[in-house]
Structure formats: structure tokens, C-alpha cells
């Protein structure tokens, strides 16, 4: 979570806000998507994002499998 803390805000009481001049959306924006899922949360994950048109576009973060349950089910945990 550390890494994606750089462009969103990955929890209420991060360290310091994104680097990323216009951030992306915090996780908890990401989890209260009305059609949000593990699934297709895991879709866009492994999916790159940043193309030459938007280089700034979320990029594949390339984790491993355990990382990426990690990951989603802290993002789903934020769920209202």
C-alpha cells in the first residue's frame, strides 16, 4: 500500500498526502463505487491504464497474487 499511496490516498490517517499533482481517487472513493467488486476491482488491476494520450493513467502495479488479495480486500474492507 505504501507504492499506491503515492497517487491516492490509501487511508484516513496517511503519512502525507499524494505526490501525484492531481491524485487519484482515495480508496475508499474506489471501494463505494456502486459497481465495484473484487472482481472487477482485480480486472482493473491488472490492467495498464496509462497510455501515451493519458501517461498519467494508473499502470499495472505488476503485484503478486497474494499482494493483489491484500490489496483488494483492504479496498473492499472500506466499503460502506
Not at 473484487?38 to 497474487?65: E, Y
Request: hydrophobic letters at 40%; one cysteine or more; aromatic letters at 4%.
Amino acid at each position: 500500500l505504501l507504492v499506491c499511496a503515492a497517487c491516492h490516498v490509501v487511508a484516513t490517517d496517511q503519512g502525507g498526502p499524494p505526490i501525484l499533482r492531481t491524485p487519484g481517487p482515495s480508496f475508499e472513493a474506489i471501494a463505494n463505487k456502486p459497481d465495484m467488486t473484487a472482481a472487477s476491482l482485480r480486472a482493473f488491476l491488472t490492467t495498464t491504464h496509462a497510455k501515451i494520450a493519458t501517461p498519467t493513467g494508473m499502470p499495472n502495479p505488476q503485484l503478486a497474487d497474494y499482494e493483489m488479495d491484500e490489496v483488494i480486500s483492504y479496498i473492499m474492507s472500506l466499503r460502506h
